[in-house]
């Protein structure tokens, strides 16, 4: 029966888009961390909207789920199937079209498979900005984007996925199209579809396309390191940057210094030009759209206040493009080293600033009391007070065997601090299927029914990535 379905999908799909040799499937069948491998009957690779909403229709009659799969860069496993063998993966990498660019509404209509860096890349050729940028914009997908609200480095100008996103298309779980692809800014017609399938994880629905948000392209950006020495003195900076610099903040991101160790010891080229390993390294952006000298004096004036009121003690303005880009490659590279080093626990957290420093301060000492050795690699984006809180082992230690054997009591310690601090276990990665279990003691059981109830309206056979965000 499974054997004749993939048969019938094979034949109106074409051999070559119904994947079912292990060696095809296996770079689809296990995430991107190597934290999660599951089993496929097949992998799909639909080349349009029409061909989705076949193969979801053909899925419903036949009761078999689906796992739609974006670029395969999302950290929570959302995008791997379970281990029964019988689910599909849905890639979405052949929609792959830009199906517009409206230069009078400020709007680019893209196909949920194309890549995050194209889409940059084809609204600069225009002098336009799409300012949703992650460290994984080579192979992540705008689909997936959407599907996992992404973050980033600019989410403290210009929003995440959904504050980007004007319109969507949608294939429903029963295998209808929605055609959401308006790009208005104003459409208050009662609930709003969009914004409940942005951040489902496909869950309810499978995103095809996308209208988003272009700005007008900077034409002058300075990049500066600065050295502080804690967390208190840090929120003071940003401060004083968003009083000063008010819009013309596009980059606030922060680096400890157990996570530039870790950079260095994999990419020895990365140094961290500051003089004498600073506690925090922050890594700030200034964007101008009229005159590069107004944002550098700008820039230096701030840097000289900072420097009087003590909450900086060193700083180093990028001197040209290539500097410039350094200092971001060191921020993005860290996720990277973090792998490289071996298995690691992941928290991507927020924390209301204002109790930043002491949820920093007491959580680092609760973990080194508690798993002596324990590596911090805490960095992130903390103009939106969001820390990716994580966690290595001791070097020298088998760091397969410890995060096996401390995940569960790292995490409980962690998102206990989370709780008492009134933050959130899930900043912009989402909840995939590592964090479902943790799910309903955050939300509460009010949310976490309101969301079961969502799930059952519109996926009432749970073929849409069961037992990922929530089980019903
Ligand atoms: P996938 O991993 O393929 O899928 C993610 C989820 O979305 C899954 O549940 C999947 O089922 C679902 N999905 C995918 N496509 C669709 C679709 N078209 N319709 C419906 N559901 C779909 N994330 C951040 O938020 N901020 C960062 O700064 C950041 N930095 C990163 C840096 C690195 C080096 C790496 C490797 C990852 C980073 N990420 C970051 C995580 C990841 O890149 C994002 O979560 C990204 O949005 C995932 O996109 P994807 O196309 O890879 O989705
Ligand atoms: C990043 O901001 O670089 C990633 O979201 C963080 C991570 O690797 O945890
Ligand atoms: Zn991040």
């Not at 410890?402 to 409980?412: D, G, L, N, S, W």
Request: hydrophobic share 40%; charged share 15%.
């Amino acid at each position: 029966m499974l054997q004749f379905f993939v048969t019938q999908l094979a034949a109106s799909l074409g051999k070559s888009y119904v994947l079912t040799q292990d060696s095809d499937m296996a770079p689809y069948l296990t995430d991107w961390r190597q934290r999660f491998t599951g089993k496929a009957l097949a992998v799909v690779l639909p080349g349009s909207t029409k061909e989705v909403a076949q193969i979801v229709k053909a899925c419903a009659q036949a009761n078999i789920s689906i796992v739609p799969q974006g670029g395969n860069t999302s950290f929570c496993g959302g995008a791997t199937p379970d281990n029964s063998g019988n689910q599909i993966v849905l890639s979405l990498k052949r929609l792959n079209n830009i199906r517009e660019i409206d230069i009078l509404n400020q709007t680019i209509s893209v196909e949920a498979g194309c890549i995050l860096q194209t889409i940059q890349e084809q609204a600069a050729a225009q002098s336009y900005l799409f300012p949703l940028s992650l460290g994984s914009q080579g192979s992540c997908q705008i689909g997936g984007n959407l599907a996992t609200n992404a973050g980033g480095t600019n989410v403290l100008r210009y929003g995440n996925a959904r504050d980007l996103c004007l319109g969507i298309e949608v294939v429903t779980a029963q295998g209808e199209i929605w055609h959401g692809m308006k790009g208005l800014r104003k459409d208050n017609t009662g609930y709003d579809l969009r914004d409940l399938f942005i951040g489902s994880e496909g869950s309810l629905g499978i995103i095809t396309a996308a209208v988003m948000k272009l700005y007008p392209l900077p034409v002058a950006q300075w990049t500066t390191l600065v050295a502080t020495q804690n967390i208190a003195s840090t929120v003071a900076l940003l401060n004083l940057f968003q009083k000063r610099a008010v819009s013309l903040l596009t980059g606030f991101e922060m680096m400890a210094l157990e996570s530039l160790t870790l950079l260095e010891k994999h990419f020895p080229q990365m140094t961290n030009p500051l003089q004498n390993k600073p506690a925090y390294t922050i890594l700030i952006e200034l964007s101008d759209h009229e005159s590069e000298a107004h944002v550098r004096q700008l820039l230096e004036s701030i840097l000289e206040e900072a420097l009087a009121l003590e909450i900086i003690s060193d700083a180093v303005i990028a001197s040209n493009l290539s500097q410039a880009n350094l200092f971001w490659h060191m921020r993005e590279h860290i996720t990277v080293a973090q792998s490289e080093e071996g298995a690691n626990l992941k928290h991507d957290i927020s924390i209301p600033l204002v109790a930043l420093e002491q949820f920093v301060q007491e959580t680092n000492h609760l973990l080194k009391a508690q798993f002596p050795g324990v590596r911090l690699i805490n960095f992130g984006h903390l103009g939106d007070g969001n820390l990716h809180y994580n966690v290595s082992a001791p070097e020298g230690i088998n760091s397969q065997k410890f995060a096996q054997t401390y995940e569960k009591p790292i995490q409980e310690l962690i998102y206990a601090q989370v709780e008492l601090f009134q933050g959130s276990i899930s900043a912009e990665h989402g909840v995939g299927q590592l964090k479902l279990d943790v799910l309903r003691a955050h939300k509460g059981v009010v949310a976490h029914e309101l969301m079961k109830t969502l799930k059952r309206a519109l996926d009432p056979q749970n073929i849409l990535n069961p037992s990922k965000v929530i089980s019903v």
